[in-house]
């Protein structure tokens, strides 16, 4: 498996037929970013509290991310019954009877239809599923529901191709820049020592004297001071290590998180260590890229 997006969609449809009754339904699964793992389950009451098996499944295929899984479910019976409850037909008549003759100029005769229509005279009696039956269709839709797993996680997976290559452009930048900036870095203590040399000469008389020994060593105290070596060692580092985690096969995300701190220190320390202003605007710029390389890794699993 490659880089992964945690923001993705997948919808897995499935039939299952027991004789005169039949059962269609509907899983839809979304994802977006969450720092760690949270699932929201809905689904209809009488099918019990399946989010457990649900949630057990889905977290097989992933590690990270904040997913809503919503399920429906259509049943189609070729055997129903009608019922009517005689008891409350029987009380409604009765009503209406008394309220049409109290007022019959404001009301007209109540009709079949409409005592029929009222809430709770006529019911359905639909053929429930015995144990048996109903573990066979829970089996399958875990099986349906594991399908979906699976779409959701290919459709993730085509997302986190797209980001990976925005990552790996921003990592070619990034290393880029701190080339540049190795490259003036070495030719920093012979600038220090010409700057340090025109600085002194301008302060003092020029009858006097300023030995190499004494230049030498300020110049090695502004160079100990400015060297950003230790920091462009750590920089190129952490660019190895990112370009090796975008090319794991693991859920990377948090890594290439706390890398990204530790890049950002490097950038900081960099810019602040800085005695030439080409290497402060590498600085600057180094930083904004690795803040798109922040944006980016906050969609990664």
Not at 89 to 98: D, F, G, K, W
Not at 153 to 179: F, H, N, P, Y
Not at 188 to 203: F, G
Not at 210 to 233: L, N
Request: hydrophobic residues 40%; contains cysteine; charged residues 30%.
């Amino acid at each position: 498996m490659g880089i992964s997006s945690m923001t993705g969609f997948a919808k897995q449809n499935g039939e299952l037929v027991f004789d005169d009754l039949s059962f269609n339904w509907s899983f839809e699964l979304k994802s977006v970013n969450g720092k760690s793992i949270d699932i929201k389950v809905k689904s209809p009451s009488w099918l019990g509290d399946i989010s457990i098996q649900l949630k057990t499944i889905l977290s097989k295929y992933f590690s990270r991310g904040s997913f809503g899984v919503y399920l429906d479910v259509n049943s189609e019976n070729s055997n129903q019954k009608i019922r009517i409850n005689e008891d409350l037909l029987s009380q409604l008549i009765e009503r209406a009877i008394e309220i049409y003759n109290k007022n019959q100029d404001g009301f007209a005769k109540p009709t079949a239809g409409e005592l029929l229509n009222a809430k709770g005279v006529i019911e359905v009696e639909d053929s429930m599923l015995g144990d048996e039956n109903m573990e066979t269709f829970q089996k399958t839709l875990f099986d349906s529901f594991e399908e979906g797993c699976k779409s959701l996680r290919e459709s993730r997976l085509l997302e986190g191709a797209k980001i990976k290559t925005a990552l790996m452009d921003i990592l070619a930048k990034v290393e880029a820049i701190i080339g540049d900036i190795e490259n003036i870095s070495k030719n920093m203590p012979e600038k220090l020592k010409e700057k340090l040399r025109q600085q002194i000469s301008s302060m003092l008389d020029t009858n006097v004297n300023i030995t190499e020994d004494r230049i030498a060593q300020e110049v090695v105290f502004y160079v100990a001071k400015a060297d950003i070596q230790e920091e462009i060692d750590r920089l190129k580092a952490h660019i190895k290590t990112a370009t090796e985690l975008l090319a794991s096969k693991e859920a990377v995300g948090r890594k290439l998180d706390f890398l990204c701190q530790e890049l950002n220190r490097e950038a900081n320390t960099t810019c602040s260590k800085s005695v030439d202003i080409n290497i402060t605007n590498y600085g600057m710029e180094l930083k904004t890229l690795i803040e798109q390389f922040r944006e980016q890794i906050q969609n990664i699993e």
